[in-house]
Every structure is written in C-alpha cells, then in structure tokens.
C-alpha cells in the first residue's frame, strides 16, 4: 500500500504554486492521477496480503489492506459520481474490481478461519489483480487519448517505475514468505521479477537525466536510488536470506517518492500551457 509520508505532505504546497496557471483540462490530470493510484493500490493490496497471510496474520498488512480499499473505493467513486471517464471504462473497473474485492474477502476469511489459504484461490486473487490493474491502465489510456491530454513523459516514466516496483514487492512477498509462491505465482511480474527490475533500471537512468527540479526532488530521487540499489539485490537473490519486509518498506518509500517527482514534472509542464 501507497503510504502518504511527510516528505509528500510538504512538497505538495511547493506544488500548489503552479495553480495559478493550471490550464482548463486539470480536472483530466487529476482524474489521470486518481487511476493511476488505484492501479497502486490494486497491487500493494496484493502485497499486503501476501505479508498478511506468510506472516501468520501480522495485523499491521490487515489494517494496510483496509486503507487501501477505503481509498481505492473512495476514488472509484468520485470518478463515477463525476463521470469523469467513458460509461464503458467506469463500468469495466467497477466490475474488475468487485471481482477482486469478492476474491480477497474470500481468501481473507479462509486464512483466519484455517490459519491458511487455498493455493487455487490465491492464485486466482493474483490473477484478478493483474487484470484489475490492466482494466485501470486501459480507461488511463482513453482518458489522455479522448482528452488530448499530455503526461510531462517524466511523470509516466515515473508513474510506470511505481507500478513495476509494487509489482515486484508482491511478487517478492508471494515468493519469500510462503513455499505456495513457487507455484503460483509466475505471472505478477511480466518476465519476472528480473525483467522487471531491468526496465526499472532504464527508467531510472531516463529520470536521472530529467531537467533539473527543485532541490527536494533531486533528494528525493538520490533516496530512490539508495533505495533501489539496497532492495535489487534481495530481489535478484530472493531464495537466500529473504527480507520481505525490508523489500516491501522500502517499495513503498520508493513508490511514494516517484509518486511526489512525477507530480512535480506534470504540474511544471501544464504550467507552461
């Protein structure tokens, strides 16, 4: 799960700053926005729930999930009460999604009830999550496409970067914290966790080499790499010495910094519009 940090909470009045001049298609970058974090909180629920069910219940993955859901379900629901994207992609996510929550209910009740869970169904919920966040990833694409609205591309090298890192933090809890991972779950990471972990490594060199921001956003940044570097070689090396919560902590501080320097570079480009 996306955890707002103070680091976000400061930097958003820096952003706030380019207001003035938002262009009249903001609402479009905000309902962008809004997709985009459902498609994060898609897949840390995901992982949450692989912490949660390989960690003998740990509470704190529980009440991660239950965030996660209030605001994944808070989102979908302003985007409907605004109509902000096509009926046909509003009612595709709402339909993926209710698929995922009746799933991940399931499979939540069967562990608390058996103090385990059902590899078929498990491997389902993985399933319907990828296919949740492609469902998300579509109605993203219509959005710009019917909107004619431009993404700054660091900002969708930004947001990819977050994706591909919940991707792995899943995948990496799935496999690290239970003997079910190495049967079920081949398919969260396209490729695989290296595959995945090479693409994010060419994204960062593409972000590296960004105009220079703010000073926050290049500490920032600097914080991702240290980051990165630590976690990549866990992810690489996931059969020995597995730190899933390392992996998972750190995803998310990395996922949250790539959240607040892909806003920074959209919020600069629609200024100049």
């Keep these: 799960m ?7 909470l400061l930097f958003a009045a820096f952003l706030a700053s380019f207001a003035f001049t938002a262009p009249a298609n903001a609402e479009t970058g905000e309902t962008l926005r809004k997709l985009h974090d459902m498609r994060l909180n898609t897949l ?12 003998e219940g740990d509470s704190k993955y529980s009440r991660q999930m239950e965030v996660a859901i209030k605001s994944f379900e808070t ?27 009746k799933l991940l ?53 930004c947001r990819e970067m977050a994706i591909i890192i919940q991707t792995i933090t899943a995948e990496y809890a799935a496999r690290s914290t239970s003997n079910l991972g190495q049967v079920f779950m081949g398919n969260i990471s396209e490729g695989g966790m290296d595959k995945q972990a090479e693409r ?13 921001g703010d000073a926050n956003i290049s500490k920032l940044l600097d914080q991702v790499l240290v ?31 790539l ?15």
């Design 227 to 257: 980051k990165w570097e630590f976690i990549s070689r866990s992810i690489k090396n996931y059969n020995e010495n597995a730190v899933p919560f390392i992996v998972n902590t750190y995803g998310e501080r990395i996922a949250t910094n």
């Design 105 to 157: 209910d399931t499979n939540r009740a069967d562990f608390k009830v058996r103090g385990y869970a059902d590899t078929r169904l498990v491997d389902e919920l993985s399933k319907d999550a990828l296919a949740l966040s492609k469902t998300i990833e579509k109605a993203y694409e219509n959005q710009k496409s019917s909107k004619k609205y431009t993404v700054s591309e660091w900002t969708e090298n």
């Design 44 to 55: 840390g629920i995901l992982s949450d729930y692989f912490m949660y069910s390989g960690l």
């Design 75 to 101: 989102q979908l629901s302003e985007l409907t009460r605004g109509n902000e994207i096509d009926a046909a992609s509003t009612a595709n996510v709402i339909n993926a999604w209710q698929e995922y929550k």
């Design 2 to 8: 996306i955890k707002t940090n103070l680091a976000r």
């Design 200 to 212: 994010f490594n060419v994204l960062l060199a593409k972000v590296q080499k960004a105009p220079a």
């Design 259 to 273: 959240e607040t320097i892909g806003d920074f570079y959209n919020q600069s480009l629609q200024a100049k519009r």
